[in-house]
Structure formats: structure tokens, C-alpha cells
């Protein structure tokens, strides 16, 4: 998970894209979705880097 989500963001940008200059509603939900993944996953990863961090402050004793 290197990139946090950024593929799935571009990719669901694409298609959302797509999907509003072609008329294909479910295409541009699709899209929409994609990108809504690709958020989470970078929120989650954030949330697993703060926990990281707070266990190696907890090891260190700070405050």
C-alpha cells in the first residue's frame, strides 16, 4: 500500500470523468466509489502511522 490510495483515486477520477461525458450514471458512481476508497485507504494508513508513532513515544517515555 505504497501509494496510500492514489490509484484508486486517479482511477475512480477517470472514470467518474468518463462516466459525466458519456451519460453513464453508473460509471460515474463507480467512479466516485473508486476515489472514496482511495481515501479511506490513505486515511487508514495515516492512522496506522500515528499509531506507529505513538507506540515508539511510549517506548521512549515521552510525554
Keep these: ?4 490510495g492514489r490509484q484508486d483515486k486517479m482511477k475512480g477520477k ?3 470523468t468518463t462516466g ?5 450514471r453508473e460509471m460515474e458512481i463507480e467512479g466516485k466509489l473508486q476515489q472514496a476508497r482511495g481515501e479511506a485507504k490513505k ?3 495515516k492512522a496506522g ?7 515508539r513515544s511510549i517506548k ?3 510525554s
Design 43 to 45: 486515511a487508514r494508513a
Design 49 to 55: 502511522e500515528r499509531v506507529q508513532e505513538t507506540g
Design 60 to 62: 521512549r517515555g515521552d
Design 20 to 24: 459525466k461525458v458519456t451519460g453513464d
Design 14 to 16: 477517470a472514470k467518474e
Design 1 to 4: 500500500m505504497a501509494d496510500k
